[in-house]
């Protein structure tokens, strides 16, 4: 895939001399986390700050998936970026890239994502550590949104395959809140309709051990588009609960 450079990122990378692979590979960063060495590789998230604006840079080597379109493997970062396009081209809210990249070099397949930092979001997580403390209206905002922000993904035909709160994040916006993804790697074609959307809703509504009954309706509500009494809430929190157990016991 041929190296992109957004253009609202273009003079800002530039005029600090980080326009090219060798110079962004090289720089020294601080690391945000510690480096995924499956897959045959490795692969590191580090943070770049430049000028106010805040970026992340995913360096990766050997760090491959595989597919039926790429059945010898691709970067992770290619599939990634290519699902951020997709994303922008679907209306879907997601994090922005602002550089990417792929090479062969010294028989390493090296690839590098540079997105924008979301410094002024917080990840859901950090919303449900303080779940017991949020007025009702606050909880019902946060779960509209997380709702709504699922809805635009299924009804685009995608499933984001990793659909947990420290994916999800979320920045007020009047009286509600805006939503958006990231870690887009594993988002693919939803081929078999709603088994796949109860597949990609589950591990999100699991891992929000804060939500109450409430909270659940409030989300399946915004996420179906329809009243708090319709059955079809009802059927759905039946869908979850059934999938919910059948990953507990297995």
């Given at each position: 895939m041929k190296p992109f450079i957004a253009a609202d990122?273009?003079?800002?990378?530039?005029?600090h001399g980080l326009a090219d692979f060798d110079t962004l590979w090289a720089l020294p960063l601080t690391a945000v986390d510690e480096a995924n060495t499956g897959?045959?590789?490795?692969?590191?998230?580090?943070?770049?700050?430049l000028a106010g604006h805040?970026?992340?840079?995913?360096?990766?080597a050997n760090y491959l998936t595989r597919s039926l379109r790429h059945p010898l493997g691709e970067?992770?970062?290619?599939?990634?970026?290519?699902?951020i396009r997709l994303y922008q081209q679907l209306g879907i809210p997601a994090l922005q890239a602002s550089y990417f990249a792929e090479r062969r070099q010294g028989g390493e397949w090296q690839g590098m994502l540079l997105t924008r930092g979301l410094d002024d979001w917080s990840e859901l997580g950090a919303w449900l550590a303080q779940w017991?403390?949020?007025?009702?209206?606050?909880?019902?905002?946060?779960?509209?949104?997380?709702?709504?922000?699922?809805?635009r993904l299924h009804d685009a035909g995608l499933v984001h395959g990793c659909f947990y709160p420290k994916h999800i994040f979320l920045r007020a916006a009047g009286e509600?809140?805006?939503?958006?993804?990231?870690?887009?790697?594993?988002?693919?074609?939803?081929?078999?309709?709603?088994?796949?959307?109860?597949?990609?809703?589950?591990?999100l509504l699991r891992r929000a051990a804060a939500w109450g009954e409430a909270d659940i309706r409030g989300f399946l509500t915004a996420y179906l588009g329809v009243p708090g009494t319709d059955a079809r809430v009802t059927t759905w929190m039946e869908r979850l609960v059934a999938r919910r157990r059948h990953k507990e016991t297995r």
């Open positions: 990122a273009q003079s800002l990378l530039a005029a897959r045959g590789g490795w692969s590191q998230v580090f943070r770049l700050d805040g970026f992340y840079l995913k360096r990766q970067p992770t970062v290619t599939r990634e970026f290519r699902n017991p403390v949020l007025t009702p209206p606050r909880r019902g905002a946060l779960v509209a949104a997380c709702g709504q922000l699922a809805r509600g809140f805006e939503a958006c993804l990231i870690d887009l790697e594993k988002t693919r074609r939803a081929w078999f309709g709603q088994r796949d959307r109860v597949r990609d809703l589950e591990p």
